[in-house]
C-alpha cells in the first residue's frame, strides 16, 4: 500500500483532438487537503471526472488505492465510488427530496441499516455541518451555502476515503465561503480522509491546503505547500496568485492584428 | 409529500382502474351476455357467403350460440368452408341446417341454425350439410327486373295469373323465396 | 452565377437532409439502448416497488383529472354527432354502439396517450432534464447509484402501469358522458343503449386490443419522454426543447403505432 490513495500518471485526455491534458502526473497522499488550481476552462472538473471513472483517459492512468480506475468493469468502478464523496459545483442536491432523504440518499441505497440507525447518522452528518435544525427542509428552501453544507453532509454520508469538492467556493458570500473552508479541513481531520478540491480561489486555498497543483495548458504548471509557491517566482504562478490581468496567460484570445481587423482588411 | 398518502392515492388509482375494467367488461362488453366457454368446432359448406366474417354470430331462434371462427375456400369443390365454434352448451342434432341471413336491410351477416329432428347430435370436426347461401343483393334485382322485364312483354300469361303475381309481390318477396331452403 | 448559386444552395439542402437523417437514426438508436438498458435495470426497481408506487402518483394519479374531464366531454360530443346522423337512418339506439367502440377501440387508448404525454411526457422530459442539467445524474453516478436504475425504470415502469389504467377510466367515463347526453338529455331508450352495446362490444377483440394498444402507447410515450429528457443539452433552452420534442414525438408515435397495431388487430 503506498502512503498516496490516489496517483495520476502521465494523463492525456481531450475530446475531438482538442487536448485539455497533455500528460499530468500527481499525487495525492493519504490524509492530506490538496487543491488543484488553474484559470476556467482548464479542465480541473474534469480531472474530477477522470478520478471518479465517468469518463475514460485517452492515455495514462489514474489510480486510487492501487487500482487502475478505467481498467474497471461497472461493479469495479462503483466499488471504487464508495469510497469517494463528492461535492458537486452547485450542490447537485435532489431537488424532489428532503434535506434529511437526501443526506440519507446514499445509505439507503448502500447499507441495509434500519430505519433508526439510519436517522441517527444523518442527524450526525448533518449535525457536522450545522444543519441539523433544517432536516425536514426541501433543497429549494435552502440559500447556496445552506444548500452546499448539505451537499457535503450527503458527500460523507458513509465515511469516504477521499472526498472530491468542485468549486466548493462559487458564488457564496464571504461568511459562507469561510464556513465552507473550515469544514473541508474538519471533516478531513476528523474522518481521516483525504480531500481534493478544484478550485480558483487563491486566498482561501493558501489557507488551508496542504499541498496545491497549478494545471495550465494540460500540464502541472507548478506544485508545492502554500509556503513554497506564495514564494514562487514562476510568472504563471505569479500572475495567478496575485490576480494580475495580463501576464503568460494573455488577457486577449488568440486574434489578428487588432489595427488592421478594425480597418477593414481581410485577415 | 408523505409515502403513505402516495400510496393511498395510487391504490385508489389502481382499484378505479380494474372496476372501470370490470365495468367495461360485464355492462358495455359481451363478457357476461355470451360468455362462450367451452366450444365444439363444426364446418359447413356454403356456395356463397356473401360478407360474411370471421367472427360473426351464429344464433338460433335469435339466441347467439356461438361464432365463426374461420372461413377457408376449398378447391375441390370451389365452395366456401365456414368453421362454427358452437358452446358447449347448445347440442344440435346431425340434420341442422344452416342459413346465412342478414341483419335488417344493410346490416351484418350472421349464420342461422335450424335444428332437424335427428336424435344424434353434431360432434366436434361434424359438417352441416343441408346450408343455404347468402343473399346477394345483386342477384336479387337482378331477378327482380327480369321476373318484371317478363311481365311486361308477356301480357296474356300476366293477366291469368294476376292474382299469384299480387301475392307474390306483395307476400314473399324475392328476399322470402331466396330465404327458403332450397336442395338443389 | 446564378447557376453555381443554385447548385450550392442544392448541395446545402442535400447536406441538411443527410445531416437530419444521420442524427434521426442515431438519436432512433440511443433511444433503443436506453429503452435495453432500461429494461436490463428493471430487476432492481421491482424489488423497491415504492419507487414505481410514487411515479405512478405522478404521472397517473396527476392525469386523472385532466383525462377524466377531456374523456366525459369526448363522450359526450360522440353522442352528439353520432345521434345526428344516426336518426337520419332511424337508428338512433345504436349510439351506445357507436360511443363505446369508438372510445374503446380507438379513442380511448389514442387521445389518453396523446393527453399523457403532454401531461406527463413532458413532465418527466423536463424533471430528468433539468436533473441531468443541475447534475443530480452526475451526483447519482459518482454515489455509485445507476442513475438508469434508480431514475429512469421506475418512471418507465410507472407509466407503462399508468397509462391502460388511464385509457380504462377514459373509456368508461367517455360511456357515461355518452350515456347521460343520449338516454337522459336526446331520451333514446336506456335498455336499447346498454343492450346494442352489449350485442356488439366484444371483451377480446375490442376491449382487449383496446388495452393492449393503450400498454404499447405507455412503452413508446414514456419511453420517449425519458429518452428526450436524458438526451437533453444540460441548458434551460436544450431542456426546454427536449420538451417539445417529446410532445411532437410521442403524438407522430402514437398515430403511427396506432395505425400498425389496428391493422394487425383487424387482420388476425
Known amino acids: 500500500m503506498t502512503s498516496n490513495i490516489v496517483e495520476i500518471d502521465n494523463l492525456s485526455f481531450g475530446y475531438k483532438g482538442r487536448m485539455l491534458h497533455q500528460g499530468i502526473n500527481m499525487a495525492f497522499a493519504r490524509g492530506k487537503v490538496v487543491a488543484i488550481m488553474g484559470g476556467s476552462g482548464s479542465g480541473k472538473t474534469t480531472l474530477l471526472r477522470l478520478i471518479g471513472g465517468q469518463i475514460k483517459p485517452s492515455k495514462g492512468e ?206 | 409529500m408523505d409515502r403513505t398518502t402516495i400510496d393511498l392515492w395510487v391504490g385508489i388509482f389502481v382499484a378505479l382502474g380494474v372496476a372501470a375494467l370490470l365495468g367495461l367488461a360485464m355492462k358495455v362488453g359481451n363478457l357476461t351476455t355470451n360468455n362462450i366457454g367451452e366450444t365444439y368446432t363444426v364446418t359447413a359448406n356454403f356456395e356463397n357467403i356473401g360478407g360474411l366474417k370471421p367472427r360473426a354470430p351464429v344464433k338460433s331462434a335469435g339466441v347467439v350460440v356461438g361464432r365463426v371462427a374461420d372461413i377457408t375456400f376449398d378447391t375441390a369443390t370451389y365452395e366456401a368452408v365456414v368453421s362454427l365454434s358452437l358452446d358447449k352448451r347448445y347440442p344440435f342434432p346431425k340434420d341442422t341446417f344452416a342459413n346465412i341471413y342478414t341483419a335488417g336491410l344493410l346490416g351484418e351477416q350472421y349464420i342461422g341454425l335450424e335444428a332437424g329432428g335427428d336424435e344424434a347430435a353434431l360432434v366436434n370436426g361434424d359438417k352441416i350439410t343441408q346450408t343455404q347461401d347468402a343473399v346477394v343483393l345483386e342477384k336479387m334485382i337482378s331477378q327482380f327486373l327480369y321476373s318484371k322485364a317478363s311481365e311486361s312483354t308477356d301480357d296474356k300469361s300476366e293477366k291469368s295469373e294476376s292474382t299469384k303475381s299480387d301475392a307474390d309481390a306483395l307476400g314473399s318477396s324475392p328476399l322470402d323465396n331466396i330465404g327458403k331452403p332450397s336442395n338443389d | 452565377m446564378i447557376k453555381s448559386a443554385l447548385l450550392i444552395g442544392l448541395v446545402r439542402g442535400l447536406r441538411g437532409i443527410g445531416h437530419k437523417s444521420i442524427k434521426g437514426i442515431w438519436r432512433f438508436g440511443a433511444g433503443i439502448r436506453l429503452f435495453w438498458l432500461t429494461l436490463m435495470s428493471s430487476g432492481e426497481c421491482f424489488r423497491r416497488f415504492h419507487l414505481i408506487i410514487r411515479e405512478v402518483y405522478f404521472t397517473g394519479v396527476m392525469s386523472l383529472i385532466i383525462i377524466l374531464v377531456s374523456a366525459f366531454f369526448v363522450g359526450m360530443v360522440l353522442g352528439l354527432q353520432g345521434y345526428h346522423t344516426l336518426q337520419k337512418y332511424g337508428s338512433s339506439e345504436a349510439i351506445g354502439v357507436l360511443v363505446a367502440l369508438a372510445l374503446v377501440r380507438e379513442l380511448g387508448p389514442v387521445v389518453t396517450a396523446l393527453l399523457f404525454a403532454g401531461r406527463a411526457g413532458t413532465a418527466i422530459t ?65 335498455g336499447a343503449f346498454w343492450s346494442q352495446m352489449q350485442a356488439n362490444v366484444d371483451w377480446r377483440h375490442d376491449i382487449l386490443n383496446g388495452v393492449i394498444k393503450s400498454v404499447v402507447f405507455g412503452v413508446a410515450c414514456t419511453m420517449i419522454a425519458l429518452f428526450e429528457g436524458y438526451d437533453a443539452p444540460p441548458t434551460a433552452e436544450g431542456v426546454s426543447r427536449a420538451t417539445t420534442r417529446t410532445v411532437v414525438t410521442s403524438s407522430l408515435a402514437v398515430l403511427g403505432l396506432d395505425f400498425i397495431l389496428t391493422s394487425f388487430m383487424l387482420n388476425v
Not at chain 1, 82 to 90: A, D, E, P, V, Y
Not at chain 1, 156 to 170: C, H, S, V
Not at chain 1, 220 to 225: F, Q, S
Not at chain 1, 242 to 249: N, R
Request: hydrophobic share 50%; aromatic share 8%.
Open chain 3, 126 to 190: 423536463a424533471e430528468i432534464g433539468l436533473m441531468k442539467a443541475t447534475e443530480q445524474l452526475s451526483a447519482m453516478e459518482m454515489m455509485a447509484v445507476s442513475p438508469i436504475a434508480r431514475v429512469i425504470a421506475p418512471r418507465f415502469w410507472a407509466g407503462v402501469i399508468a397509462m391502460p389504467i388511464l385509457a380504462i377510466l377514459f373509456s368508461m367515463v367517455g360511456i357515461l358522458g355518452g350515456y347521460l347526453l343520449a338516454v337522459p338529455v336526446i331520451g333514446v331508450d336506456a
Open chain 1, 62 to 267: 489514474v489510480r486510487v488505492d492501487g487500482q487502475v480506475v478505467h481498467k474497471q468493469d461497472r461493479q469495479g468502478i462503483y466499488k471504487l465510488r464508495r469510497k469517494m464523496g463528492m461535492l458537486f459545483q452547485h450542490g447537485a442536491l435532489f431537488t424532489d427530496l428532503s434535506v434529511f432523504e437526501n443526506v440519507a440518499f446514499p445509505m439507503r441505497e448502500h447499507t441495509d441499516l434500519p430505519e433508526s440507525m439510519i436517522r441517527d447518522l444523518v442527524l450526525l452528518k448533518l449535525n457536522a455541518v450545522g444543519l441539523r435544525g433544517a432536516y425536514k427542509l426541501m433543497p429549494a428552501e435552502l440559500s447556496g451555502g445552506m444548500a452546499r453544507r448539505v451537499a457535503i453532509a450527503r458527500a460523507i454520508a458513509l465515511d469516504p476515503n477521499i472526498i472530491m469538492y468542485d468549486e466548493p467556493f462559487a458564488g457564496l458570500d464571504p461568511i459562507s465561503m469561510g464556513v465552507v473552508c473550515d469544514l473541508i479541513r474538519t471533516l478531513n481531520d476528523a474522518l481521516g480522509a483525504t480531500s481534493i478540491i478544484v478550485t480558483h480561489d487563491v486566498e482561501e486555498t493558501f489557507r488551508f491546503a496542504d499541498y496545491i497543483y497549478f494545471v495550465a495548458n494540460g500540464v502541472v504548471a507548478a506544485e508545492g505547500t502554500p509556503e513554497q509557491l506564495r514564494n514562487s517566482d514562476l510568472p504563471f504562478v505569479h500572475q495567478f496568485v496575485f490576480g494580475e490581468k495580463d501576464g503568460p496567460v494573455p488577457f486577449h484570445y488568440a486574434a489578428g492584428d487588432y489595427a488592421s481587423e478594425m480597418l477593414g482588411y481581410e485577415a
